[in-house]
């Protein structure tokens, strides 16, 4: 077997509360500027911290404790409140030059409630089995709460995948045994919580995901294993597990029900977003160009009215995309 599996709150743990770059510290300063005490938590990953670069648009999320107290505005309190989160951009002038981001506020409650299996927002999910550092903890009950909540994370996405391998003994499933190498357990991961989105990520996207720290995913693999109570041996240079009885909140038929609500509560979160974000238009042509390879150039009346004409060009590119 190896290294024994790590504790996978320890595990957690370990790696949110690791330094954060200064980049990451300073927006997160002005997040605090913003928002107040209602923050309890502001979570930094995404590709910049994967990359280390402060250069791009940095990606956080804030965890307030109501939605209420973190703003001055009941409007905005009120669309956060019906379909968390509100998406925020925001941009200083720092010695490191200019610095940009983008943030979610999302309630602690409502975070906890995505982490779990039936929960609709995968996002959380897709983020957060990947590498993240906590930037901002009010307190040690905001700690242990975002710990908790960010290893529900982790065991949702790769338990969910788990569930979904070929079993070598499929007429007694769940008891028959899974054989997987951890690269393709995290690609299929990655995919499935993604797949859930009107998001493109290239394959060249995802593998990199993985690629930029196959240790740390083995590691992450192997705790949940622990997590679930499977029973693990090596086999070859694959992982053989036998998984513990399946829970309704594993199936394939349940999930698949849900991916199609999920993918419909991200569309119109989509078009809430662009109440908050700002000068949105610009920002998401240029995220599609990112994992797309394709230039897309709007028209001067686009840029000009998004809100009238900006969206029959992001549905005509998401469309031609396919992307499912």
């Not at 605090?32 to 250069?55: D, I, M, N, P, Q």
């Not at 989160?85 to 906890?112: H, Q, T, W």
């Not at 957060?128 to 908790?148: I, K, M, S, T």
Request: with cysteine.
């Amino acid at each position: 077997m190896g290294a024994p599996a790590p504790d996978l709150e320890e595990f957690v743990r370990a790696e949110l509360l690791q330094p954060a770059p200064t980049a990451a510290a300073q927006l997160t300063d002005e997040i605090l500027r913003r928002h107040g005490r209602a923050v309890a938590a502001v979570l930094f990953y995404g590709s910049c911290l994967r990359r280390k670069t402060s250069e791009g648009v940095l990606d956080f999320y804030v965890l307030v404790d109501t939605y209420r107290d973190a703003y001055p505005s009941r409007l905005l309190a009120w669309a956060n409140a019906a379909l968390p989160p509100n998406v925020f951009y925001l941009e200083i002038d720092s010695e490191l030059g200019p610095l940009r981001c983008k943030y979610a506020v999302v309630s602690m409650r409502d975070f906890e409630r995505s982490a779990k299996p039936g929960g609709l927002r995968s996002g959380i999910w897709a983020r957060f089995c990947q590498p993240a550092l906590a930037v901002h903890l009010r307190d040690p009950e905001a700690r242990e709460a975002v710990v908790a909540a960010v290893a529900e994370s982790t065991v949702t996405a790769v338990a969910r995948t788990l569930y979904e391998l070929p079993s070598e003994s499929e007429s007694t499933r769940p008891n028959g045994s899974v054989r997987f190498t951890t690269a393709t357990l995290w690609l299929q991961v990655l995919r499935g919580t993604y797949s859930a989105e009107l998001r493109p990520e290239a394959p060249g996207t995802i593998q990199s995901i993985y690629e930029a720290d196959p240790e740390r995913y083995d590691r992450a693999a192997r705790a949940v294993l622990a997590k679930i109570g499977a029973e693990v041996r090596d086999a070859g240079g694959e992982i053989e597990a036998i998984l513990p009885a399946d829970s309704k909140a594993w199936t394939r038929r349940g999930w698949s029900r849900m991916r199609l609500l999920a993918k419909l509560v991200y569309f119109v979160q989509l078009l809430k977003s662009a109440a908050t974000f700002g000068d949105w238009l610009p920002y998401v042509l240029w995220k599609l160009e990112r994992h797309t390879g394709k230039k897309i150039v709007p028209s001067e009346r686009q840029r000009r009215y998004p809100f009238l004409f900006g969206w029959p060009l992001l549905l005509k590119v998401l469309w031609q995309r396919d992307l499912r």
